[in-house]
């Protein structure tokens, strides 16, 4: 079997949300914006797929990256050699971490396809189901509104809830900021509303997403160690790690880091020898499913949890085929006020994380990474690309 073609399907996607001036999104009238599927041909006629762009936080690529720096790779090679391609890629001084990680998750995807089973079973199953927890938006308003978040949370079903609270915005406005001065007062004042509304036995967890100083962040762990929180996420600028050591060392909380610190799992085994952080953290957009795997098994070798960062069918994956020890959640989120999460997207027909009233969510066990396209609604929404009409339309998948 060789690949025959790589190609990337753009299509329109209402969304809620916009870019800030700041470098962070805020709510926004609907309006359109681009999801992309990546798509991988072989001479056998087995196709592979990964998906990114504004619904979800994962890389989507693009037409010209793929065309100049993927297919030159990739055309011609045997789909089974997933490591080598990986390496040519990650060695590819034109390929960014997150389209790695787009390619590899469709390699993986072809891959379990071929063989009729899921990607976890490719990897090695351990469970096909984790338990979830509810990841709110940030700046959502008062305490008030995340207290009822979390009770509607854990009248849902969720065990656990993690709060974003004030990120790049003012706490009383919520117009958008610098993201520095941070807000650790008013992100204790959620927390402390939260803790109230769900009472001491629901696992609750904090990410100021990178925006507290060394004093900040040591201010805010001590308030979360005296609320019973379980974890505190990225409370600094991850480009530094002493200050993470030195906080994991002032702390008793675990601190989950890094979130979002380029290096694969290269960089999280320097924070490991560093001791710079509790529990690990990464996801598909660094490295795709070959380096995540990589990270939590170097975790799991070393005793420590490695919790994964946002959800998505490639780290659904990755969950499937390690246990609760070493990963024990699926986050599932962002999460708002009276918007129904369970809805799936318009261009799925069912959602990667279903989840049951006892608050697991069930991981997909169809061949490859479980993708439930809506081809009707892709096809009725493609933007313009080469070999299609004037509207954008073509015949998929």
């Known amino acids: 079997m060789k690949i025959t073609d790589v190609e990337v399907i753009s299509f329109r996607l209402p969304i809620n949300s916009r870019g800030t001036k700041w470098g962070y999104g805020e709510a926004s009238a609907q309006h359109d914006g681009v999801q992309s599927i990546t798509r991988i041909s072989t001479d056998s006629g087995q196709v592979g797929y990964s998906s990114g762009g504004v619904h979800s936080y994962f890389y989507g690529a693009n037409a010209a990256e793929v065309e100049s720096v993927i297919k030159p790779l990739l055309v011609g090679q045997d789909p089974w050699d997933r490591e080598l391609l990986w390496h040519w890629m990650a060695q590819h001084r034109g390929i960014s971490e997150g389209l790695l990680g787009n390619i590899d998750s469709a390699l993986w995807d072809l891959a379990g396809r071929v063989a009729g089973v899921s990607v976890a079973q490719l990897l090695g199953r351990a469970r096909t189901k984790v338990k979830a927890y509810a990841s709110t938006a940030p700046n959502l ?237 892709i096809n009725d929404n493609l933007i313009n690309r080469p070999g299609t009409g004037a509207d954008g339309r073509q015949v998929l998948p």
Request: glycine content about 8%; aromatic content about 12%; overall charge negative.
């Open 141 to 377: 308003g008062s305490p008030d509104v995340y207290a009822d978040l979390a009770r509607s949370a854990r009248n849902r079903g969720y065990q656990a809830f993690k709060v974003h609270a004030y990120i790049f915005a003012d706490p009383k406005t919520l117009a958008p900021t610098p993201g520095k001065p941070s807000s650790p007062r008013e992100d204790v004042e959620v927390c402390e509303a939260v803790r109230d509304a769900v009472g001491p036995d629901m696992t609750l967890m904090h990410d100021p997403w990178g925006v507290y100083s060394y004093q900040e962040a040591v201010y805010v762990g001590r308030e979360l160690e005296r609320l019973g929180f379980y974890f505190y996420e990225h409370p600094m600028d991850e480009r530094r790690t002493d200050p993470y050591r030195r906080l994991c060392q002032e702390l008793d909380i675990p601190v989950c880091s890094p979130e979002l610190t380029d290096g694969m799992h290269y960089s999280r085994a320097e924070w490991l020898l560093q001791k710079a952080s509790d529990i690990g953290r990464i996801d598909i957009n660094f490295g795709g499913i070959t380096a995540c795997k990589k990270a939590v098994d170097m975790y799991e070798s070393f005793g420590v949890p490695c919790e994964m960062h946002v959800g998505g069918h490639g780290n659904a994956a990755i969950l499937g085929a390690t246990t609760e020890e070493t990963c024990e959640f699926f986050e599932r989120g962002l999460l708002y006020p009276d918007v129904d999460y369970d809805q799936p997207p318009l261009y799925l027909n069912t959602p990667c994380d279903p989840m049951d009233a006892q608050g697991y969510v069930h991981l997909p066990q169809s061949p490859g990474l479980g993708y439930d396209f809506n081809w009707d609604y």
